[in-house]
């Protein structure tokens, strides 16, 4: 096997890896790992430092052995891990480094470090832009061809008619790509632009360090004097009470000064759950626009184009295989794909629909829980707790009742990913927040209460039969 199939293999498996494990955990633990071996059945991942290596082996080496696997479609003799910091350019899971991070500073640290991560989508630029993330690699179709518009006339008017901009929609479905696509315009257009992007929980940590440490007017010079700033998942300010004063300030600031903000969160303003209504009223005083999933002829033009962009050439007719296993997010789209072109390479087979399915036989698998109906799951919740369907759809608020209830609506939103307001409507005419509210709750004791974990999972088993154990 020779280092580009190798390379490429690591991609698939980081590729898959990273939907299962949280962003900052990847980051940290799988930034600068390549394979620097693989024969017979063994397969060497060499990691930067002993204790990168410690990590890995001890919570993902299941994770990673059966990846490999999967991807390869035979077994995997052994994973070794191995220290080995090569220099950056050698690496097999090389970056590729945009012209202008050239031009950043060395001792100052960007926004974003998740850069040498993922190959397939480039590297991050001084701005904590993903060089990818532009107009021109955004691929328009129906569900996101309103926030696209909407982020063409923010990008040629910033900071005068659509401030602040505020996009919402579900997971993978490309906000981030869009949102830093504005501040790749703006640069192009003028070098010279302060753009700063930010995820909600960096300007939540950067405000409380700044204001921990006393450097509380760094951090306002810092944000109150850019031309266009990006903050992505800003749902996640709810409750944060210090932090989305120092926003509201900040947002102010720039408002008033005509520079253009721009944000994301997985759903509209309103449904933004402990938020001081003054900075609501702010995030709704400007442009909303939400993005859904794409329909299957974006899809494949979504995979036609990161074919290309990779260099690997696909029949329509195999895209079309790919876009019909998965349907909701652009992101496992994009997993699918690197699976598909790392398997035939490794195996020297060109891709028919046949094998492609075979490759994707465990996708599929999982989407065959998107057969299950929103009926499956207030049949299965009942009969679990053993209460009537009009007790479960009725108004008593008992908590014998109440929390089989907020199961059902929990269930409906991970597995079925039904909208807030479908969700209230399937259980007897419930308001949204209702719904939202209930999701938040099982979601949080998910967390510490083992026994609710396992009604779900025992939930989730009646729901998918035994096929979705391993999940
Ligand atoms: P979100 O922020 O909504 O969770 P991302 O912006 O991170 O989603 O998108 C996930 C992946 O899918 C990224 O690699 C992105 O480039 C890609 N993507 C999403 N939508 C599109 C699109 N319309 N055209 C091209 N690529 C897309
Ligand atoms: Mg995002």
Not at 349 to 356: G, R
Not at 361 to 388: E, M, P, R, W
Request: contains cysteine.
């Amino acid at each position: 096997m020779n280092e580009m199939t190798a390379s490429q293999l690591w991609q698939a498996t980081l590729g898959e890896l990273e939907l299962t494990i949280s962003k900052a955990n990847f980051t940290t633990w799988f930034k600068h790992t390549f394979i620097s071996a693989l024969e017979g059945g063994r397969v060497v991942v060499s990691v930067p430092n002993a204790f990168t290596k410690l990590y890995i082996e001890k919570k993902y080496h299941t994770a990673i052995m059966k990846t490999l696997q999967n991807i390869l479609n035979a077994p995997i003799r052994e994973v070794l891990y191995r220290v080995d910091a090569r220099p950056a350019e050698s690496q097999a899971t090389q970056i590729i480094i945009a012209d202008r991070a050239a031009a950043r500073p060395v001792d100052e640290p960007t926004a974003a470090t998740n850069d040498a991560v993922t190959t397939q989508n480039g590297g991050v630029d001084a701005f904590g832009l993903r060089t990818s993330y532009t107009f021109a690699n955004f691929i328009v179709g129906k569900g996101n061809e309103m926030a696209h518009a909407a982020a063409l006339a923010v990008a040629e008017h910033p900071g005068t008619k659509y401030n602040p901009y505020f996009i919402y929609g579900g997971v993978g479905l490309g906000k981030t790509h869009l949102i830093q696509a504005i501040g790749h315009r703006l640069l192009e257009r003028n070098p010279r632009c302060k753009v700063l992007y930010v995820t909600c929980e960096q300007f939540i940590n950067d405000f409380i360090s700044a204001v921990r440490s006393g450097h509380a007017k760094e951090f306002k010079d810092r944000y109150r004097t850019v031309d266009l700033l990006l903050i992505d998942d800003v749902q996640f300010i709810t409750g944060k009470e210090g932090t989305q004063e120092e926003f509201f300030h900040t947002f102010n600031a720039l408002h008033q000064t005509n520079k253009q903000v721009v944000l994301t969160s997985d759903r509209p303003p309103k449904a933004i759950g402990a938020l001081e209504e003054r900075v609501r009223s702010r995030l709704e005083c400007g442009l909303i626009a939400d993005i859904s999933s794409p329909d299957l002829e974006t899809r494949v033009a979504i995979l036609s184009a990161k074919c290309q962009e990779r260099g690997a050439t696909l029949s329509r007719e195999i895209l079309s295989v790919i876009a019909d296993i998965v349907q909701t997010n652009v992101r496992e789209l994009e997993g699918a794909l690197n699976r598909v072109i790392a398997n035939h390479e490794f195996h020297h087979q060109i891709p028919s629909p046949e094998s492609v399915r075979e490759v994707l036989a465990g996708i599929t698998q999982s989407q065959a829980k998107k057969s299950v109906t929103s009926k499956n799951v207030l049949q299965a919740v009942s009969g679990y707790f053993d209460i009537s369907m009009d007790d479960l759809l009725g108004k008593s608020r008992e908590k014998k009742l109440a929390f089989p209830r907020q199961i059902t609506m929990y269930l409906l939103r991970m597995e079925l990913k039904c909208s807030f307001p479908t969700i209230g409507n399937e259980l007897g005419g419930r308001d949204h927040t209702t719904a939202m509210h209930a999701c938040d709750k099982i979601t949080k004791e998910v967390e510490r209460d083992a026994k609710l974990r396992a009604d779900l999972e025992a939930l989730k088993e009646q729901l998918y039969g035994v096929a979705a154990k391993a999940w």
